[in-house]
């Protein structure tokens, strides 16, 4: 039986290393490409096509729970499997909403990551046995609302996290591949429905609801 070919995506080298370790001394999974954010992890996934994209959620210029929902839009045959140290109900709602297939804590061990992998190979859905507890509290309470952030468009969620990062109009144009005005635009509609008008407060914003990393 041939290896499970996985991309493996988060911007701790050392702790991708470790990973990527641990994955490939079973001999039953290879990790065919590493990515330190998640415009890089979709595009790799695009190209290379691996079984399983494992993603963790908080990646420079896109986050992982945008990066699940690009993959499960434009390579619906990638598993995508996020792997995070979040065990907030409301972020496990929106990676499995967003299209993954699997929620792992970066905590587990090497017997549950590999039994996730081969439960999302099967066409199963797995969650870590801490998140899925919150998860069904969540569901007992009636707590069926959107995640955070849900409001906006994906496009919106993108500008929001590279203004978050610090990146200009400019550079933030450049890597979306848009031009200048129209990046203007829609920050201008960004702080409008948040009723937000200043960097400051959009990048509060952005770690409040999990685009970026409060570690600044």
């Known amino acids: 039986m041939s290896a499970v070919r996985i991309l493996l995506a988060d911007d701790h080298r050392l702790l991708r290393a470790g990973i990527k ?85 970066k905590d587990a061990d090497v017997e549950e990551l590999e039994f996730a992998i081969r439960a999302v190979m099967r066409g199963e859905r797995y969650l870590a046995p801490r998140v899925s507890k919150y998860v069904i509290e969540g569901y007992v309470r009636g707590l069926e609302q959107s995640g955070p952030g849900s409001a ?15 990146f200009t109009t400019r550079e933030i144009a450049e890597r979306l591949h848009i031009s200048v005005k129209t990046v203007e635009t829609h920050r201008a509609q960004l702080m409008d429905r948040l009723d937000i008008h200043d960097v400051a407060g959009l990048t509060r914003y952005a770690i409040r609801i999990g685009l970026v990393s409060g570690e600044r």
């Open 21 to 105: 370790s641990l994955l490939q001394s079973t001999g039953a999974f290879e990790v065919i490409a590493e990515a330190d954010n998640g415009r890089e992890a979709v595009r790799l996934a695009k190209a290379l096509k691996p079984d399983v994209a494992m993603l963790d959620i908080a990646m420079p210029e896109l986050n992982g729970l945008d990066a699940a929902r690009r993959l499960a839009a434009e390579c619906p045959e990638v598993r995508v499997l996020i792997l995070s140290m979040h065990t907030d109900e409301g972020y496990v709602r929106e990676a499995m909403q967003g299209g993954a297939v699997g929620y792992v804590l």
């Open 152 to 166: 906006l468009t994906r496009r919106q969620r993108e500008i929001l996290q590279l203004v978050a990062e610090g």
